[in-house]
């Protein structure tokens, strides 16, 4: 019986290390957008770990930007 918790152990801490997520930190003061942008299709954006905020309003949906 000890072998069989034992292996559970090790699995579960096998599962449970693959779901650690590297998210960079910030890097400066977050930036405040007055709207939403669009980036045109075929170009790309790198923000450069920037933090955006749209002024406080939501973001539900994709209709929300």
Do not use: Y
């Not at 045109?40 to 994709?62: P, Q, R």
């Amino acid at each position: 019986m000890q072998f069989t918790a034992a292996f559970a152990a090790a699995v579960l801490a096998t599962v449970v290390s693959a779901q650690t997520l590297n998210i960079p930190t910030r890097v400066g003061s977050i930036v405040s957008l007055p709207s939403t942008s669009t980036i045109a299709a075929g170009k790309s954006f790198d923000g450069g770990n920037k933090e955006f905020d749209l002024k406080g309003k939501s973001c539900n949906s994709d209709k929300d930007g």
